[in-house]
C-alpha cells in the first residue's frame, strides 16, 4: 500500500514538512510545477540566486543566437533537456516517463532569444528578466515545458536539498552515493557537468525532493492565457500617452474588420497577438504588472499546493486505507470488471460526497482536465493483485487504462469530462474498439461534469443512444453548487 515518499521510506511526514519538502508519490507524477517566478519573487537570498543563475544561462544562450546558427548537435546539448522524472512531478499518468523538452521547445526558445526579444538581460521596463517572457508568443509551450526547464536549470540545488535530508533523516540502506548528470554547467568549456551526491534510492533509481514553496499546481504567474486575455487591461497601465494610444487604434483596427457582429473571444485573442508582435514593449508592461503584484503570486500558490496535499495525499491515502479493510475480496478471486467498477465507485463517492470536486476547480471556473481524474484513479488501485496499464495501445489507439489479470481477465477503463466534443462517437465506438483489440472481456466508462448544463447533455446524449441504463456508464457530478458546506464535505 506504499504510495507516498513517507510511506515508502518510513518517514513521518511531519518531518518531511519541517525540511520544507513536498511529500510526492512514488507511484505516478502529481500534476504540480515549479514556477521561476516564484524564485524571483522570494525573500530568500538562495532562491534569488537560483533565479540570477538561470537568467544567466538564458543570456548565454542569446549570445550564442546572435553570434550566428547553432547546429543542431549543440541546439540539443544546450537547450533539449530530458525531464528530471526522478522529482514525481508532471503530468504522466503512469509513473514518472515524461517527454522533456524535444527540438520544438528548443527552436521556439531559441528563436525567441534571436529575434523577438533582443533585449532579453537587458530590459528597462520590468525590474529583472524572466524565462517565462520567452514563452509568453508561441502556443504549446506551457507550465509543464518552464517547468522542465527550471527543474534542469536548478538541478544541482535539487540534488543538495534532497542530500540533506538523506543525510539526515533516511539510513544508509535507504540512500546511495551517485553521480547525477546536467548538474553544473561550465562556461569556460560550454559543457553539462555530473556531480556525486547522496540521495534516496528506491526500485533502482534516485529521488529527487523539491520544496513546496516553488511549486504551483496550475499556470505559472507569468502565462501567455493570462497574457491574452486580460490583454486589453494592458494598455491603461503604459505611462507614455503615445504608445498608449497606438496601441490601443492598432487593436481596433484590427477588430475592425468585423463591423457586422462582436468580435469572437479566439478573435480577440488573435488581434491580441498581432497587437503585441507590432508592440513587443507591451509583454514588459504585462509582466511588470505581474511583479507589482508578485506577493499575490507566493500566497496563491501556497493554497494551490496545500490543497493537492489535501486531495492527492490525505483523501486518496484515507481512500486507500479503507479500500484495503473493506475489500479484502480483490485478493480471492473477485474479477477485474467489478474490482474496476468498485474502485471507480469510492472515487466517485470522494469527488461527490467527501469534497474531492475542489481538485477540479480554481476560483470560479472548472479545471477542466482529463489528466486529473486519471490520476486520481489510478492512485486508488494501490494494493491490487490486477495489473493497471494506462495509455495502453494494443494497435487501435491508447485506452486511458487496461486492467488485467493473466490473458483471460481484462478490463478497459476510459474517462472522459461531459465538455468533450467527441463524447458521442467515444461511447458509441472506443470503449469497444479498445475492448477487441485488448480481448477485454467488458468496457467502462466514467464521465465527470461540471455544471447542470453538461449532465443535460450527457444525459441526452446516453438517451439518443439507448445508454441510460447501462451499468458501464458512471456519471460523477464535480458541480460545486450543489455541494454541503465546506466544513460537512
Given at each position: 500500500?506504499a ?5 515508502n521510506?518510513g518517514v ?11 511529500n510526492?508519490s512514488l507511484?505516478?507524477?502529481l500534476?504540480l ?8 519573487n522570494s525573500?530568500?537570498?538562495q532562491?534569488?540566486?537560483l ?10 544562450l542569446?549570445?550564442?543566437a546572435?553570434?550566428?546558427?547553432i547546429?543542431?548537435a549543440l ?5 533539449c ?6 522529482t514525481?512531478?508532471g ?6 516517463a515524461g ?6 521547445f528548443?527552436?521556439a526558445?531559441?528563436q525567441?532569444?534571436h ?12 525590474r529583472?528578466?524572466?524565462l517565462e517572457?520567452?514563452c509568453?508568443?508561441?502556443e504549446?509551450?506551457?507550465?509543464d515545458?518552464i ?7 536548478i538541478k544541482?540545488f535539487?540534488?543538495e536539498?534532497?542530500?540533506k535530508f538523506a543525510?539526515n533523516?533516511?539510513?544508509?540502506n ?7 548528470p546536467g548538474?553544473?554547467?561550465n562556461y569556460?568549456?560550454?559543457?553539462w557537468?555530473s556531480?556525486r551526491?547522496?540521495l534516496?534510492w528506491?526500485n533502482?533509481?534516485y529521488?529527487?525532493l523539491t520544496p ?7 499556470d505559472?504567474w ?11 487591461e ?7 500617452d503615445e504608445?498608449r ?8 483596427r484590427v ?9 469572437s473571444?479566439?478573435?480577440?485573442g488573435?488581434?491580441?497577438?498581432k497587437?503585441i508582435?507590432?508592440f513587443?514593449?507591451l509583454i514588459d508592461?504585462?509582466i511588470?504588472y ?5 506577493d499575490e ?5 501556497s493554497?494551490?499546493?496545500?490543497f ?17 479493510k ?8 473477485i474479477?477485474t ?9 469510492y472515487?466517485?463517492d ?8 475542489r481538485?477540479f476547480?480554481?476560483g470560479?471556473?472548472?479545471?477542466a482536465r482529463?489528466q ?5 484513479y ?6 491490487t493483485?490486477?495489473?493497471v ?6 494497435g487501435?489507439?491508447?485506452?486511458d487504462f487496461?486492467?488485467s489479470r ?7 477503463v476510459?474517462?472522459?469530462?461531459a465538455k468533450?466534443?467527441q463524447l458521442?462517437?467515444n461511447?458509441q465506438?472506443?470503449?469497444e474498439?479498445?475492448?477487441k ?8 466508462k466514467?464521465?465527470l ?14 438517451k439518443?443512444?439507448?445508454l441510460?441504463n ?5 456519471l460523477?457530478d ?7 458546506s465546506g466544513?460537512?464535505a
Open positions: 500500500m504510495t507516498f515518499f513517507s510511506e521510506f513521518d511526514p511531519a518531518v518531511l514538512e519541517k525540511h520544507g519538502a513536498f510526492i507511484v505516478t507524477d500534476p510545477f515549479i514556477d521561476p517566478f516564484l524564485l524571483f525573500k530568500k537570498q532562491y534569488q540566486e533565479h540570477e543563475r538561470i537568467i544567466r544561462y538564458l543570456v548565454f542569446k549570445g550564442k546572435t553570434s550566428g546558427t547546429n543542431a541546439l540539443k546539448a544546450w537547450y533537456f530530458p525531464e528530471v522524472k526522478q514525481w512531478l503530468f504522466s499518468v503512469d509513473g514518472n517527454t522533456g523538452l524535444g527540438p520544438d528548443a527552436h526558445l531559441h525567441n532569444l529575434k523577438l526579444f533582443p533585449t532579453f538581460g537587458k530590459e528597462q521596463i520590468t529583472g528578466s524572466h517572457k520567452l509568453l508568443i508561441r504549446g509551450v506551457g507550465r515545458n517547468s522542465d526547464f527550471t527543474t534542469n536549470l544541482g535539487l540534488c536539498f534532497t542530500q543525510l533523516c533516511l539510513n544508509e535507504q540512500r546511495r552515493a551517485i553521480s547525477v548538474t553544473t554547467f569556460e568549456t560550454e559543457v557537468a556531480e551526491y547522496t534516496p528506491i533502482g533509481d529521488v529527487l513546496k514553496d516553488l511549486l504551483t499546481r496550475d505559472n507569468i502565462n501567455r492565457d493570462d497574457l491574452i486575455d486580460g490583454f486589453e494592458i494598455p491603461s497601465a503604459i505611462p507614455d504608445l494610444a497606438q496601441v490601443s487604434n492598432y487593436f481596433e477588430l475592425a474588420r468585423r463591423k457586422d457582429q462582436e468580435p473571444k479566439k478573435e480577440r488573435e488581434a491580441a497577438v497587437t508582435f507590432e513587443p514593449d508592461y504585462y511588470r505581474k511583479e507589482e503584484h508578485g503570486a507566493a500566497s496563491l500558490s493554497k494551490k499546493v496545500s493537492a496535499e489535501w486531495m492527492f495525499i490525505q483523501q486518496l491515502t484515507n481512500l486507500q486505507s479503507t479500500l484495503n473493506e475489500t479484502a475480496f480483490y485478493k480471492t478471486g474479477g470488471y467489478k474490482e474496476a467498477h468498485t474502485r471507480l465507485a472515487l466517485k470522494v469527488i461527490e460526497n467527501k469534497g474531492g470536486y481538485a476547480w480554481s470560479a471556473g472548472p479545471i482529463e486529473d481524474l486519471q490520476i486520481m489510478r492512485l486508488v488501485w494501490i494494493g493483485p490486477s495489473d496499464s494506462t495509455e495502453v495501445n494494443d487501435r489507439g491508447p485506452a487496461k486492467i493473466g490473458a483471460k481477465d481484462k478490463t478497459i476510459e474517462l472522459k469530462l468533450n466534443t458521442r462517437r461511447l465506438r472506443q470503449a474498439t479498445y475492448q483489440a485488448s480481448d477485454a472481456k467488458r468496457a467502462i466514467g464521465i461534469f461540471f455544471n447542470a448544463q453538461e449532465r443535460v447533455r450527457v444525459t441526452k446524449i446516453l439518443e443512444l439507448e441510460t447501462s451499468p458501464d456508464i458512471v460523477i464535480a458541480r460545486k453548487d450543489n455541494k454541503p466544513s460537512k
